[in-house]
């Protein structure tokens, strides 16, 4: 009786150990396998759209793993809705290469060019969020100003669609306008859109799903904060900014949200 | 067995197309039946709840597609709780001439004289919308600062009630106040109402709900613009704002509003 | 046959009808039985949490309607967690003269003075809702902007609890308190208390109910039209404020709120 | 038959009191028992995660009632994840001494120093409320403005970590850093960290979570009369926030809280 107790406790004592380590925040690698990576890309639709980062319009996707030269970006239907049967493979010209045949989003050039000009990029987040639109139409720069945007490092670009093309519908509609804002872009972590929103890009979807989020935490916060301080606002210092950088990955963040997409 | 692993790879893929074109985010065309149209103001009642454009108190209608004199239009009740059976049918003159007799709204003017002035117009929202009523008591105009709200054109006419009919209850209670208003209006895109809300006009219902909900991002996003950048906000360029107008019909908004509704 | 098919059309019909007047959103008589009243209350404290006007500490109550000397006020718990076992009567001392015994708010001096100042009055809310907060601390007066606040006719008086009673934990915790706010409050539709909240008084429960929401949305709006319009902005005439207040008593959001509630 | 309904009578009589009873906001004795603790420490977590004050990084923690120099605190999930099978014990070290083995947050160190600081707290929470933020990057101070905040008292001290450490990641990852953050906190019951958050504490989880949330309302509040003010801004009088302290020590919001987090 005593032995078989000792083997209950033993085997209690391993299912809590199994269910604690299967819950610690671990950086998760990143998927190799493309049906993993998929399931992850639709995962990351769904929590940024109930995180309020993506609306209709908005867009993620992820460099394959496989193959550097493709990457995944759904169909354009509304990020909310994506599934895995709507993922396309496309390749650095943002042209379909893969996945079930579909029309894509007319932007998917932005993603292309950010995957070529940057090999160190392997998500990136196309969104409108509302908190970010007066720093792209007042000349106000969006800064880090809380520890979890530092990844902001700077004053962020703002692209003004009118230096290389004119006047336009404001869509990143080609290469070239992508090539554009690939440039605008350069080494940082984000850039905005005049008039428009933002693109941020990260070494990982769980990455660019906290940043995006945490984007537009710091907008909010930075825009009351001038208001309030009539000017006088204490940002980041550039070395904390750089220190802050390693949080967890945003992975507490990621399993946080994937716990309450779930619960819905 | 080979032939049936075929057949049944055949078979796989075909349900994953049908799948996948029913959800594409093809421009619906406006139903052309009274029930179809019935049932989607039924939906547009709901969805402008769900997204925050109506009140107990806004309503939206949506022309006939069977005869352009008419229009149909909920009776005096929540948009949120309109059924089918709640859809009454209206003249330009907003008398009943069909659908279960019932109690109109006070303000079914507005419906009527829009249609009967704008013969381009197939749907229509009076709304409250907050984001949007500081517009209408500081003379500072709303104007598109988003690419989603290029629809606005230019800077919104103002419709002040006191100009038509002195002092009133505020509400567009006759067929009089409802020309006052739609000669407001004129071709514009919407309209604001002083100390009331607006009223937003479209070619589909699709289309004014995707523009009331913009409008509100706009109204909100250019409040906060204006205060940050000290009245120094770079707004959309008349030629953007002709060119950003056919984004897709809102049909990709329309699709995750209409997901989310059956969701609830 | 043809019998049975027109006993069939004349069951559907009657049917509808009966459906349609169900929901027409005629106004309600108040309940006279007190059973009726009490139901109405329990619904109020719900429908004024889920609205956001109440939270964890505010109340509401209503005259009875076979005793104009008693009112009905829960328990000193949660509104959002309020049954008719929690409802107490008391009479205009604040006193309880029914309903289980239990203890009573720490304010319920607040309802027993204003119906005893005002005969007139026949349901009070008193609310902590943060858009009116910054009105009770400034100086600037809350005033009707929109329609839907028509009811608040002029600039609202503001209660300073240090000109009755000095230095005080700031509850209203006495008749004396009570009848200095009620003092305050005249005739009006409401008064602001500093630091504090607000109270809402009505002829019905429902009317309370759609003024201290409205009376929030104003809020809101006036602070966002004040800070955008550099002062300049436009109010409700007097006569407007007059002629707009017959709404149609609040009765389409109470049943658009009775709704979501009983869908939670 | 009349001696069975007069016991028929009694028994509903005595349920009703016996239900009512049982939701009487009396104040609830902290547990003794170190289970009893966990679990209100795992619906702490819960509750603030639900009513906004913590995101998935953000944590509280409770001291033992067996063990004045331990404290209870979780590993480092998101407070919105945890269960009884992840809280850790510490000892006023930061250093585990029971529970299941886990890594804890990299700031543990903010509950061990505060605990040892402060003989009088039982409950700490650290929190990034994005409306306390601007009060921490502006030199404008976080004071009492509505009643339901008096436990503020005065201005809330705020903390530079570079006074301190130079330039960091910002996060108290130390011993060091945590017994500076507690010389910052002094004898309040909250200190803000530039750019980071803040810290509030009570004499128990109950207290701590209203406080945590009745900040972050009186922060939003504070900063809307202060613009709308023109900084003419009335304050509770220090007599005030003295006075005002004993509310019920939060125990309706908790009670309010509690029940709906048990209906999601």
């Known amino acids: 009786m005593t032995f078989i107790r000792a083997l209950l406790l033993i085997a209690a004592g391993s299912c809590l150990l199994l ?16 049906a993993a990576q998929i399931a992850e890309l639709v995962l990351a639709n769904h929590i940024l759209t109930m995180n309020g980062v993506l609306d209709a319009y908005g867009h993620v996707s992820v460099r394959s793993a496989r193959n550097p030269n493709h990457f995944y970006l759904a169909r354009h239907i509304p990020a909310g809705t994506v599934t895995a049967a709507d993922v396309i493979e496309y390749d650095l010209d943002s042209k379909q290469v893969g996945g079930n045949p579909g029309t894509g989003y007319t932007e998917r050039f932005i993603h292309g060019e950010i995957y070529r000009a940057r090999p160190d990029v392997m998500a990136v987040v196309h969104c409108h969020s509302p908190e970010v639109i007066p720093f792209t139409v ?11 945007a530092a990844f902001l490092g700077g004053p962020i670009p703002v692209f003004e669609i009118r230096d290389s093309a004119g006047i336009t519908d404001m869509l ?75 949080q967890d990955g945003y992975e507490r963040s990621w399993q946080l949200w994937k716990q309450q997409v779930a619960a819905k």
């Open 138 to 148: 007042t000349g106000v720069p969006l800064r880090p100003l809380i520890h979890m």
């Open 19 to 34: 269910a604690q380590s299967s819950r610690e925040t671990k950086t998760e690698a990143a998927p190799a396998n493309s």
């Open 172 to 246: 990143i509609r080609d290469a070239a306008l992508g090539r554009a804002l690939a440039k605008t872009l350069g080494n940082n972590t984000a850039a905005l859109l005049r008039g428009h929103g933002a693109v941020v890009v990260a070494p990982s979807l769980h990455v660019v799903a906290g940043r995006s989020y945490y984007m537009s935490v710091n907008a909010k916060a930075q825009q009351q904060a001038i208001q309030m301080g009539a000017g006088k606002v204490t940002y980041l210092d550039p070395g904390e900014a750089q220190k802050a950088l390693p």
